[in-house]
């Protein structure tokens, strides 16, 4: 009995002494990695789309003789195998028809962004649901909306905003909205801003009503208005409705989220054509901080303030035009602007 229990209380020493030895070598590891920053779960880089496709499909300007022009926006975005649908114009059925005559097909497009509440960007969802769905029945069937786009807009007329009905006509289709209230990834490398913080008092806009908000009736500054922002090898490609947020804050603020990431592409409506020429020049050194490559100002852009801008970047006259319908923007390839928009 003495000689196993010596044997015993040899083994049982023998296990406690590798044991203090073996935590003797972790404790100096852990310190070591004690004085590191925790992994960060942002510190792998961003994905990035590699096939992208920008088209056209309402703006004023028609850039050949397919299409209809109207003061409007609509823009379909391909890109990596993934198809949305950003605004739908402001006449019921234009862009239907431009994308019949364009020979786009939109049956397969789920998903819908609407920059902001304004009618010339919202006129066409209901016909082009309806449509769309007639064969294949979740064709268009989400849309995505900012945080304020269902606000009251209250008018001595009555409600002033078609989004408050248009709500419950889409919904009633079996649609449904997935309202942001802050920045979100809807797809790989494709970021929606959601509402935009305006740094510079840029004042993108030309409304002079009120809004009904949670903090009660103020100056209607379209705080919904958001843009999308598409992360490529190139550098961001940025498409906007009408950049009501300002033009400067949408990129300042998606900046935040791709540090040191020029700016392939501006596209879209920049709201700039009621602008000073003092507006105009301050609005293109901005965007100089940006490297901004290419820029199809469309919509409410402004013809002159487009060339204004191109001439005070110093682009070519390839990588700076007037958007007009059936118009592009293909990653790696630059702009298609149509005969006119040349």
Request: a negative charge; charged letters at 20%.
């Amino acid at each position: 009995m003495n000689k196993v229990s010596r044997f015993r209380w040899i083994s049982i020493s023998a296990v406690l002494l590798a044991l203090s030895l073996l935590i003797a070598s972790v404790q100096p590891l852990a310190q070591a990695q004690g004085t590191s920053p925790a992994p960060n779960v942002h510190s792998a880089p961003p994905v990035q789309i590699h096939a992208l496709k920008v088209t056209l499909l309402s703006t004023m300007l028609v850039g050949s003789v397919t299409g209809v022009g109207e003061w409007g926006f609509s823009a379909l975005i391909e890109a990596d195998g993934h198809r949305v649908l950003l605004d739908t114009g402001a006449h019921p059925d234009n862009v239907l028809q431009n994308a019949r005559d364009l020979k786009i097909d939109l049956s397969d497009v789920k998903e819908v962004i609407l920059t902001h509440n304004h009618w010339d960007h919202v006129g066409g969802l209901m016909t082009l649901r309806k449509e769309m769905m007639k064969s294949n029945p979740s064709a268009l069937s989400v849309v995505h909306v900012a945080r304020g786009i269902f606000y009251s807009r209250p008018a001595p007329q009555g409600e002033d905003n078609r989004m408050v009905a248009l709500k419950k006509e889409y919904e009633a289709t079996g649609g449904r909205f997935i309202e942001h209230e802050a920045a979100a990834e809807i797809f790989p490398g494709a970021w929606l801003t959601g509402p935009v913080p305006r740094k510079y008092p840029e004042r993108n806009w030309n409304v002079s009503g009120k809004v009904q908000t949670p903090a009660g009736l103020v100056e209607d500054t379209i705080p919904e208005d958001q843009s999308l922002v598409l992360n490529t090898p190139e550098g961001l490609v940025v498409v906007t409705g009408c950049g009501h947020a300002g033009i400067i804050n949408i990129l300042t603020f998606a900046r935040e989220e791709f540090p040191n990431e020029p700016v392939d592409a501006v596209i879209g409506g920049l709201h700039l054509f009621p602008a000073t020429d003092e507006q105009l020049n301050w609005t293109a050194d901005k965007m100089k901080d940006f490297k901004v490559a290419n820029l199809m100002g469309a919509h409410c852009t402004g013809i002159e303030a487009v060339y204004r801008i191109r001439e005070r970047l110093g682009l070519p006259r390839a990588s700076a035009v007037v958007g007009s319908v059936g118009s592009s923007f293909v990653l790696g390839e630059g702009i298609h602007p149509g005969p006119l928009a040349k």
